[in-house]
């Protein structure tokens, strides 16, 4: 029997974004919770969950089903029916994709316009409880995955990692660093100094190891 190659490969993308989406959470919440928390670190960790968590969902209700070997489709399709009353939840914060494209992918404008994050236009998780609804929400979808995919998933992450190679073999080496960028520094000198420019480029100066 041929292996589901296509079915694996949506499989893993949706582990993927769930481990993202936990690691996340994870870090969020130890940010809300220290002494020295900045809010706006916070606030990055929390669009980069809403990223991930469309991800997840574009994932799931459009390509698990499309690319899956036709073998898997009616499990897929039976899965679609299962979480449903999940995604009626879900679904309440309509505007998660048009928020990712605004702001978080092309911040801050749409359809070349100026548009502010806050802006009350979008229905999206609105604070923390709502955020962390939204990932717990994204558990239970994640739970049925597993509970009907659960072999394939494990032979999933088995292909990917004998197939693909996530490390550089080649170990980097940039002996002309320093030298370019000064190079650069003068470059960019000579444009200032002829648009009569006060101000300079200082450059970085790198020491490897």
């Not at 694996?8 to 919440?29: A, D, G, P, V």
């Not at 092309?106 to 229905?123: L, T």
């Amino acid at each position: 029997m041929n292996k589901p190659i296509h079915l694996y490969e949506s499989l893993f993308i949706l582990y993927k974004c769930q481990l993202n989406i936990n690691r996340i959470y994870n870090l969020t919440l130890e940010n809300r919770t220290r002494n020295d928390s900045d809010e706006n670190d916070a606030i990055l960790l929390a669009q980069y969950l809403l990223m991930e968590s469309l991800s997840f969902i574009s994932e799931f209700k459009e390509n698990l089903h499309k690319y899956s070997e036709s073998e898997y489709k009616q499990r897929v399709a039976d899965l679609h029916q299962i979480t449903k009353p999940i995604f009626k939840r879900i679904n309440k914060w309509k505007d998660i994709g048009r928020y990712r494209n605004n702001i978080i992918a092309h911040p801050w404008r749409s359809s070349g316009k100026f548009v502010i994050p806050n802006d009350p236009s979008y229905n999206i998780p609105k604070n923390w409880a709502e955020i962390f609804i939204l990932t717990h929400l994204l558990k239970y979808v994640w739970a049925m995955i597993t509970a009907e995919f659960g072999k394939e998933i494990i032979e999933a992450i088995s292909y990917i990692d004998s197939t693909y190679s996530f490390k550089s073999n080649k170990e980097a080496s940039y002996p002309d660093l320093n030298k370019d960028h000064l190079l650069m520094a003068k470059e960019v000198d000579i444009i200032r100094k002829r648009l009569n420019k006060s101000y300079y480029l200082k450059v970085q100066q790198y020491e490897f190891e």
